[in-house]
């Protein structure tokens, strides 16, 4: 099992580009089941969780090849004859779950066990199950699996409770070949969702609408393969922005666009940070303490959830009291016992945790419990004095290629270990 050995300290300097966007990839990789032909996705992170969706589609029958040169994802799902995504590999990842919109909407049945993945909170998936029987499918539970039928899928009006971010990709997916037109009513408007309809259009869809609280979709017989770039990766951008953040320096994130950011951006602009950006780069600088500041995680365009441990960790060595409030997912504060363990000065009331920031960190042994978290705790140990051991790295390389070597290629020392 692997770990890191950080040594903090070290300013960071220089220029990173993105990869594409996990969030992303991975439902574009469900898409590929819809198309009649190849699907190819660019700019590809060698991750876990694309490691894990990918043997999900090889478990249904289609034909999966990464080029680890090009960054290059190859899928062709048109001889699928399986229809099962077992709890072997769904228990890994939740993402895993959306294979049953197009697997519905193609072929008119699945089977998909309930989903894992980080144990950040409660993110059950009755609002998708919902709007699966709202398109007219027959959905019945058995042994921890989802069981979804129909003849053929109709359009109709499907209502969040609150914008859920793969309930919506799950539904638009299934709704791209129904018959007549949908409609989703309070949809997610996080940036990966537009991605997701951008590419689906591309092959042939016809929706309308992403990015805003209402999408329409109007059926259509069949989808084609495509060849296509993903968004950038805000929240991989938003990772190395803070990390700078932490030791002091400047830092150049290419590949990624600066609106997708916004709040995250104006919150460290709060704390004392130079930010320049372009049409497809983020530029920053800092050389002081971080000014504390209050963060409200909010869906998209809120401060993303998804970067609260990576501003946790900044904000333990703000000169003041910070307040961060999550209000997503009630186990997202798992990682303040970590910063705990390097010095850090946080108390926890509810979802809201206080910060009152200290000159220094010091190193200490501590262990990852999620993908986002494990980054956050990895910041905080590059501005650690002395050095740090994270264990359970294998949180963080579900979605991050080498965080080890792209946080190096800045100056980070930080060694990957096995025991």
């Not at 993110?123 to 539970?141: C, E, K, N, Y």
């Not at 070949?177 to 951008?198: F, H, K, M, R, Y």
């Not at 501005?383 to 290629?401: C, F, M, N, P, Q």
Request: charge should be neutral; glycine fraction near 10%.
């Amino acid at each position: 099992m692997d770990y890191f050995v950080i040594e903090g300290g070290r300013r960071l300097e220089g220029e990173i580009k993105v990869f594409a966007a996990k969030n992303a990839i991975l439902p574009m990789m469900a898409a590929a089941i819809l198309a009649d032909g190849e699907v190819v996705l660019r700019n590809v992170p060698d991750i876990a969780d694309v490691r894990t969706m990918s043997e999900v589609l090889i478990r249904l029958g289609a034909e999966v090849e990464f080029d680890r040169r090009t960054h290059s994802l190859f899928i062709n799902a048109s001889r699928i004859s399986f229809f099962e995504a077992p709890y072997d590999l769904v228990r890994r990842m939740r993402a895993s779950f959306l294979v049953l919109g197009p697997l519905l909407a193609k072929y008119g049945k699945a089977r998909v066990s309930q989903p894992g993945g980080c144990a950040i909170g409660a993110r059950p998936v009755d609002q998708h199950i919902r709007g699966f029987q709202r398109l007219g499918a027959r959905i019945t539970d058995e042994e921890g699996y989802t069981i979804a039928e129909a003849d053929r899928l109709r359009g109709t009006v499907v209502y969040f409770d609150r914008p859920s971010h793969t309930g919506t990709e799950n539904i638009m997916m299934a709704a791209v070949l129904a018959d007549g037109t949908t409609e989703i009513v309070n949809a997610s408007q996080e940036p990966e969702v537009v991605d997701l309809a951008n590419m689906l259009n591309a092959m042939g869809a016809k929706i309308y609408g992403a990015g805003t609280s209402r999408i329409v979709i109007e059926g259509v017989s069949s989808l084609g393969g495509i060849d296509y770039t993903p968004l950038g990766d805000r929240l991989e951008a938003g990772t190395y922005l803070f990390g700078v953040m932490s030791t002091g320096g400047k830092v150049k994130v290419t590949g990624v666009e600066p609106k997708n950011l916004c709040i995250a951006l104006f919150k460290m602009s709060e704390m004392g940070a130079k930010i320049t950006t372009g049409a497809d780069f983020i530029e920053l600088e800092t050389d002081t303490f971080p000014k504390p500041v209050n963060i409200v995680t909010a869906p998209f365009p809120g401060f993303p959830t998804d970067l609260q441990p990576m501003a946790m960790a900044v904000l333990t060595r703000a000169a003041g009291v910070s307040v961060v409030w999550e209000r997503i997912f009630e186990n997202r504060f798992i990682h303040v016992m970590e910063l705990i363990r390097l010095g850090a000065q946080i108390s926890i009331s509810g979802d809201k945790a206080t910060i009152i920031g200290t000159r220094e960190l010091k190193g200490a042994k501590i262990m990852a419990s999620d993908i986002r978290g494990g980054a956050g705790l990895l910041i905080a140990g590059l501005s650690a004095k002395g050095k740090t051991t994270l264990r359970r790295v294998y949180h963080i390389d579900r979605g991050y290629e080498r965080i080890e070597e792209r946080f190096g290629s800045l100056g980070a020392h930080i060694k990957r270990l096995s025991y």
